[in-house]
């Protein structure tokens, strides 16, 4: 069973800034694909971006998110993150951080999720 803890949401004015982590414990870090999610108000949960197991080699991102997002993964302190710039109000949402990623849609395990505000 992993678990799953998010840091770093808040709220941040249009074209800022906010890098979330997500600390994992209980499983063994490297073999999991791991993502963010995120949640707005009314909407469904979407994909935001993945990194392969292990190196991480490959990147996935939502067009929505490409070239202002990075998702990155330090597999020695079980962490991934999610560096965001030009933060836009439409970012504003929930995010979740989730292991075990498959087909860039569902995950095995998810975190309790951070709150991310974009005032305009």
């Known amino acids: 069973q992993v678990q799953l803890v998010e840091s770093g949401g808040g709220l941040v004015q249009a074209g800022g800034s906010l890098r979330l982590s997500c600390a994992a414990s209980?499983?063994?870090?490297?073999?999991?694909?791991m993502g963010w999610f995120r949640q707005a108000p009314g909407k469904e949960r979407e994909f935001v971006a993945a990194i392969s197991w292990w190196t991480g080699s490959n990147t996935y991102y939502a067009d929505s998110v490409k070239g202002r997002f990075t998702i990155s993964r330090d597999n020695a302190k079980n962490t991934v993150y999610l560096q965001m710039n030009s933060l836009k109000p439409e970012d504003t949402a929930v995010y979740y951080c989730?292991?075990?990623?498959?087909?860039?849609?569902?995950?095995?395990?998810w975190g309790q999720g951070t709150q991310v505000t974009v005032s305009s």
């Open positions: 989730a292991a075990g990623v498959t087909r860039l849609r569902d995950a095995d395990y």
């Open positions: 209980g499983g063994t870090f490297g073999n999991y694909a």
